[in-house]
């Protein structure tokens, strides 16, 4: 099986380079025309001269969007993550979303809640003092 390794590696990259060849756009392919570069892959690809070619020389490589490196671009997308319950506008819109009467009700029950466990801690108040006097 080892034996097969490097004859496998080889068709990988061989492979690879055929097919990104063919879905790279004109505009991106460097040096001759894209139907060449296939070409040129295809015959000297059992040599890795053809894969390798197209891999360095073949196609145009640029930095993305904004000409940030890929460490400065990862660095400011962690930078302006921030977590929901941490965005201002994301809690914004939690409190927009939610509709009057729901609200309305939410604190009626709030409300009625406070006022029986008022009820409750008065009336074990009584009861302790009754208690208490005995």
Request: with cysteine; glycine share 6%; hydrophobic share 40%.
């Amino acid at each position: 099986m080892l034996r097969y390794l490097p004859f496998l590696l080889v068709l990988a990259l061989w492979i690879y380079a055929f097919i990104d060849c063919l879905n790279t756009p004109e505009e991106e392919v460097r040096g001759l025309p894209k139907v060449v570069w296939v070409i040129i892959i295809l015959l000297f690809g059992e040599v890795l001269v053809g894969p390798v070619a197209w891999l360095v020389a073949g196609k145009r490589r640029h930095a993305p969007a904004g000409g940030a490196t890929p460490s400065e671009w990862q660095r400011d997308r962690r930078a302006r993550f921030v977590a929901p319950d941490d965005n201002p506008e994301f809690l914004d819109s939690l409190k927009d979303s939610g509709d009057k009467k729901d609200d309305q009700k939410d604190e009626a029950l709030l409300k009625d809640w406070e006022a029986d466990l008022r009820r409750r801690e008065e009336e074990l108040k009584r009861r302790e003092d009754e208690r208490g006097k005995e």
